[in-house]
C-alpha cells in the first residue's frame, strides 16, 4: 500500500517539473526588440516585434539624415508620429499602449512618396505570463 502511495506521489512530481519546464520554455520563444535601428533602404520589409507599453530606442546609426519619419497604425490609418529630419546618430523613445501593427517609414532624400521610402513593420503584442 505504501509502495502504491509512493509511486503516485512520484507520478504527480514528475508531471508538474514536465509543466513547469514546459511553460518556462513557451514565454522565451519570441524576441521582443527595445532597440529600432533606422538605416538606409535594404529593399525588405522589416519586420520587428514589440511589447505593449514597454519603451523602445530608435536611433538613426547611419551616416545620413533620415527624413519624414512617420508612424501609422495600420487599423486605423491614423498617424501617430511624424518628425521632419533625423539626424545621423540622433535617437528617440516610442512606447506603445495599443496592441496591433504599425507602420513606420521615412526616406533619406526627403521625398514624400511612399515607394521612396523605407518602411519597418512594427508588431506590438500584450506580455504573456508565464
Given at each position: 500500500?505504501?509502495?502504491?502511495?509512493?509511486?503516485?506521489?512520484?507520478?504527480?512530481?514528475?508531471?508538474?517539473?514536465?509543466?513547469?519546464?514546459?511553460?518556462?520554455?513557451?514565454?522565451?520563444?519570441?524576441?521582443?526588440?527595445?532597440?529600432?535601428?533606422?538605416?538606409?533602404?535594404?529593399?525588405?520589409?522589416?519586420?520587428?516585434?514589440v511589447?505593449?507599453?514597454?519603451?523602445?530606442?530608435?536611433?538613426?546609426?547611419?551616416?545620413?539624415?533620415?527624413?519624414?519619419?512617420?508612424?501609422?497604425q495600420?487599423?486605423?490609418?491614423?498617424?501617430?508620429?511624424?518628425?521632419?529630419?533625423?539626424?545621423?546618430?540622433?535617437?528617440?523613445?516610442?512606447?506603445?499602449?495599443?496592441?496591433?501593427?504599425?507602420?513606420?517609414?521615412?526616406s533619406?532624400?526627403?521625398?514624400?512618396?511612399?515607394?521612396?521610402?523605407?518602411?519597418?513593420?512594427?508588431?506590438?503584442?500584450?506580455?504573456?505570463?508565464?
Amino acid at each position: 500500500m505504501k509502495n502504491i502511495f509512493q509511486t503516485k506521489r512520484s507520478v504527480w512530481l514528475v508531471l508538474f517539473i514536465t509543466v513547469c519546464i514546459i511553460a518556462g520554455f513557451e514565454g522565451s520563444a519570441e524576441s521582443i526588440s527595445k532597440v529600432i535601428q533606422l538605416k538606409s533602404s535594404g529593399g525588405q520589409l522589416e519586420k520587428i516585434l514589440v511589447a505593449k507599453n514597454s519603451e523602445v530606442q530608435l536611433n538613426n546609426g547611419s551616416g545620413t539624415t533620415f527624413h519624414n519619419f512617420m508612424v501609422i497604425q495600420l487599423s486605423t490609418g491614423k498617424r501617430m508620429v511624424s518628425i521632419e529630419d533625423i539626424k545621423p546618430s540622433a535617437s528617440f523613445n516610442l512606447a506603445f499602449d495599443r496592441e496591433g501593427t504599425y507602420i513606420a517609414c521615412y526616406s533619406e532624400d526627403g521625398s514624400k512618396v511612399l515607394n521612396t521610402s523605407t518602411c519597418l513593420q512594427i508588431d506590438v503584442v500584450g506580455l504573456r505570463s508565464i
